[in-house]
């Protein structure tokens, strides 16, 4: 069985959720990355921020990036997949939640984050369609 450890990609950074989102959207600039997970003080998962996050909770709304956290933003219930889940969990998750990355945790721990790109490089174009039809329908 392939697990979502075996696909994701670790070694993931997190935004602190008291960090602006102007250092936020530089994070996500450096890294060539469109998401970020969003660590409290105790480096545990309070949620997800992408970049449409800062575009429309934030600038459409005439707020400040340089003054809004991104904890203000990304406190939503964040939908996650443990370590040792299978990825068929991991598709049925992203799926059912209309996610296109997905948190991956061991026990409480961050330990990488799953996107339609790994899921893409791993599994048959069948049931990457069956995802990605889900996730924007």
Do not use: F, W
């Not at 997970?37 to 575009?55: E, F, H, Q, S, Y």
């Not at 443990?82 to 059912?96: F, I, P, Q, Y």
């Amino acid at each position: 069985m392939t697990s979502a450890r075996d696909i994701m990609t670790a070694g993931v950074e997190c935004v602190q959720e008291g960090e602006t989102l102007v250092d936020a959207a530089r994070k996500m600039r450096d890294l060539d990355v469109g998401a970020l997970p969003i660590c409290g003080a105790d480096n545990r998962l309070k949620g997800m921020l992408t970049d449409r996050d800062i575009v429309v909770k934030c600038l459409a709304d005439g707020r400040d990036p340089a003054s809004t956290t991104a904890g203000e933003l990304g406190g939503d219930e964040v939908i996650t997949i443990g370590a040792d889940d299978s990825v068929e969990e991991a598709l049925r998750v992203m799926k059912d939640h209309a996610v296109r990355r997905l948190p991956v945790i061991d026990g409480r721990d961050l330990v990488g984050v799953i996107s339609l790109q790994d899921i893409a490089r791993n599994l048959s174009e069948d049931k990457l369609g069956d995802v990605v039809d889900a996730i924007t329908t």
